[in-house]
Nanobody
Framework: QVQLVESGGGLVQAGGSLRLSCAASGSIFSINVMGWYRQAPGKQREMVATITSFGRATYAESVKGRSTISRDNGMNTVYLQMSSLKPEDTAVYYC????????????????WGQGTQVTVSS
């Protein structure tokens, strides 16, 4: 069993910054891609940023230049540093781990965290 636990959300003023963290726990052998997604009220979940185990990052156009994703493979942790926040960044942010390999088990898995609320006030 793999669990993802997010932290770092909260209320921030427009123009401010915050850092989200997500730690994966369990008998993890490796994780291929870790990423952040968000879902605003009444909208579909969308990709914010992803990063491979080799450090290749991908960003949504809406956050490019304002966000940096990073990960610590040894700690199975992914971070999202966001700056110049806008009210439209308000959403529940979800951590995702894809291509998770667990010790002693064949195959790989995809799993989601519970989400952390980010609210940007104008």
């Amino acid at each position: 069993q793999v669990q993802l636990v997010e932290s770092g959300g909260g209320l921030v003023q427009a123009g401010g910054s915050l850092r989200l963290s997500c730690a994966a726990s369990g008998s993890i052998f490796s994780i291929n891609v870790m990423g952040w997604y968000r879902q605003a009220p009444g909208k579909q979940r969308e990709m914010v940023a992803t990063i491979t185990s080799f450090g290749r990052a991908t960003y949504a156009e809406s956050v490019k230049g304002r966000s940096t994703i990073s990960r610590d493979n040894g700690m199975n942790t992914v971070y999202l540093q966001m700056s110049s926040l806008k009210p439209e960044d308000t959403a529940v942010y979800y951590c995702n781990a894809d291509g998770v390999r667990i010790r002693g088990y064949a195959g790989d898995y995809n799993t989601w965290g519970q989400g952390t609320q980010v609210t940007v006030s104008s």
